[in-house]
């Protein structure tokens, strides 16, 4: 790939980001971020400070309720969850990313890739150019020292068990692809739902962790919980027998209030390992009014815990989750008006976060 490739945009920061590519090809876990004194123009920043590459963390693991890094400290993901790639593929792209990490400030992003739904890809869906759009993704974040979840988005199937074949097929040939890499985190079902048992879950995981761990025994694996990843209660109780996994919590802030928020506490003061790998502002249909009060409840339970979190999504659809405006047309380098109210909210909060 030629360098100029890794520039995503110019600018203020372009200078700094030509020298950082100069000085960090590397990727999560080769250490080797660019440890420049070059300021950015206009930013007083270092070329590394203004990429935000994580490469100094490495491979990532469980220690108890925590995610580490390859040194065993305390290490926090953020970043935005797409909707579903066969819908709005336009948004796995490298300007994409690029305008995620350097001007909102994230490390992660997480690709969606419906299992039931129209075009998903267990119905109908064309699996080659899904699994190539997944690629292209986990590709992307790679080249720009990002973090990536591969996202088997369990939904109207409600049980994961329908489609387990399918899934171990998926996750065999993504886990034989990337085991080399140690930036890919492997969700293995987004929403279990309607009736789906903790102990359903538990025999689909214990069929789909293992096809994973024949190929990366060490890679981070987050698994679903019952009633749309809110019950993570029932993980607490009998957790899984494996270890770097961790237990997937979705809120939305104007549907889930104190009561899910207890129950969080509870189960990280006793030790259970919770990634909020979806959430949003708005309620829990994905539209209707944000509750930036409420949002702001669950951002200070985050901080205190240091959880990591993936916000719900990054698309230009027609409804209140959606982070871009849906007469907005662009797939990077948005303005502030070019982005939905949750969109101006999440950005700031995701800058904040950034902050050295």
């Known amino acids: 790939m030629y360098l100029m ?4 945009w110019m600018g203020k920061t372009g200078t ?15 250490a080797q971020a660019a440890k420049t004194a070059v300021k950015s123009a206009g930013t007083g920043k270092t070329a590394e400070e203004v990429l935000n590459v994580p490469t100094d963390h490495g491979a990532l693991r469980v220690d108890g309720a925590n ?25 796995v792209s490298r300007d994409t990313f690029c305008t995620l990490r350097d001007d909102w400030g994230t490390n ?20 080659e150019e ?22 088997w988005h369990v939904l109207n199937d409600k049980d994961p068990n329908v489609h387990r074949a399918e899934a171990a097929e998926f996750f065999d040939q993504m886990a034989a692809k ?27 995981a214990n069929e789909i962790i293992p096809v994973i761990r024949k190929h990366d025994r060490d890679a981070v694996i987050i698994v679903g ?29 104007g549907t889930h209030t104190d009561w899910l928020r207890n129950r969080v506490r509870e189960c990280v003061d006793r030790g259970l390992p919770v990634f909020i790998s979806e959430f949003g502002m708005c309620d829990a249909s994905g539209n209707g009014a944000n509750d930036f009060g409420q949002a702001d409840q669950w951002m200070e339970l985050i901080d205190r815990y240091g959880l990591s979190y993936c916000c719900w999504n990054l698309a230009n659809k027609d409804e209140r989750s959606s982070v871009i405006r ?19 909210w999440i950005r700031r909060r995701f800058r904040r976060e950034a902050q050295p």
């Not at 490739?5 to 995503?8: G, T, Y």
């Not at 419906?114 to 064309?126: D, P």
């Not at 907005?328 to 303005?335: F, I, M, R, T």
């Open 67 to 91: 995610l580490v890094d390859a040194k065993g400290e305390k290490y926090q993901l953020y970043g935005m969850s797409t909707h579903g790639i066969a819908w709005f593929p336009q948004y």
């Open 225 to 253: 919980t019952p009633s749309w990843s809110q019950e993570i209660d029932q993980a607490l109780k009998r957790p899984l027998e494996f270890d770097n996994v961790m237990y997937a919590l979705h809120f939305y802030a």
């Open 5 to 8: 490739d890794r520039i995503c």
């Open 16 to 30: 700094a980001l030509f020298l950082a590519g100069v000085l960090a090809m590397g990727m999560p876990g080769q």
């Open 326 to 344: 849906a007469d907005c047309g662009k797939v990077s380098g948005w303005e502030e008006r070019e982005l939905s109210e949750s969109g101006q």
């Open 108 to 127: 992660c992003v997480r690709l969606a890739v419906y299992t039931e739904e129209y075009n998903g890809y267990c119905s109908g869906g064309n699996r």
């Open 130 to 151: 899904l699994k190539r759009l997944v690629e292209n993704g986990v590709s992307y974040a790679t080249e720009l020292g990002m973090y990536v979840i591969v996202d």
């Open 178 to 204: 990337w085991k080399d890499q140690d930036n890919v985190i492997y969700e293995i079902c987004n929403e279990p739902n309607s009736g789906t048992s903790w102990e359903m879950i538990t025999a689909y």
